[in-house]
């Protein structure tokens, strides 16, 4: 048996075919920028399943769909904010119909929290915190091997708890959110403006690079970022003591040196008791989390 998996995102869709095992047998990336709507984005994802479908060298058991925002029962609700439409659209319905494949829909965070605990960093853990770092903070939250939402489906927002109170804004709206912390796009604010904004150009990896050459204003920037990523791991841990912390998204790759900074800050602010059992750890299935993630809740549903 195989499972198609389709991983949305505000750039590009990713689209694969995985087998029991979580081996990604074909895949393939159509870019986004031509589908300026809700109806040519569901022309996409239909066209994405159909194609990887007619090269399924078996049976398809269905087809998993990561999704940005809230979705509940394969509604997506809203939040969706990168792309155009999508308030209360029956999207798993919709698709079912067009495609006759078994749908099940997602936000994309609790997607690649699942595949890392099925496939990868978390494998053979029960509770499991899952961040995914990058322009903001997502994330899953697995609790006795189950994915937890909150009601209908709409928690776990983990880059929007307030750990600065009225703090800086942030791009929900509110003020102090970890996300307005310890996200890349907090990293690089705080490296230009200790730049003096002299430069332009500059990316996360580019500062880790910096960093590890030992330049002053890397150092700081880093620094500060090691020390917010603590603080709401640690607000974390205190709450759901899982076995493991995994942390996604591309500075994740920087090296060791990046999950052993954040380690050792984190066990100096939860508390013993919470941290016994728990541990940090580095995603390891890198851009193959979503698509792996969609294909274990299709072989590995939840009800």
Known sequence: MYAIGIDVGGSSLKCGVINGAGEVVYALVQPMSAAGSEAAIITL???AIRQCAAVVPGAVAGVGIGFPGIVEDNVVIGGADNL???????????????TGYRIIIDNDANMMGFGELTYGAAKGCSDLVFLTVGTGIGGALVIDKKLY??????????????IQHNGTRCSCGARGCFEAYASITALIRNY???RNNKEVAVDGKMIVTRYLQHQP?????????????AAGIAGLVNIFSPQKVVIGGGISEAGAFYIKEIATRVKLLAMPV????????????????????CAARVFRPLS
């Open 149 to 162: 939402g909150g009601y209908k489906n709409r928690g776990t927002e983990l880059g929007h708890m307030i």
């Open 84 to 98: 155009p439409g999508f308030e209360n659209v029956p999207l798993g319905k919709l698709l079912q119909q067009q």
């Open 217 to 229: 204003e890397a150092v700081a920037a880093m620094q500060k970022h090691f020390e917010y990523m």
């Open 274 to 293: 919470t941290m016994q059992h728990t541990t940090l750890a580095a995603a390891a299935l890198g851009n193959r989390a979503g698509l792996l993630g």
């Open 45 to 47: 994802i239909t066209a």
């Open 192 to 194: 230009k403006a200790l």
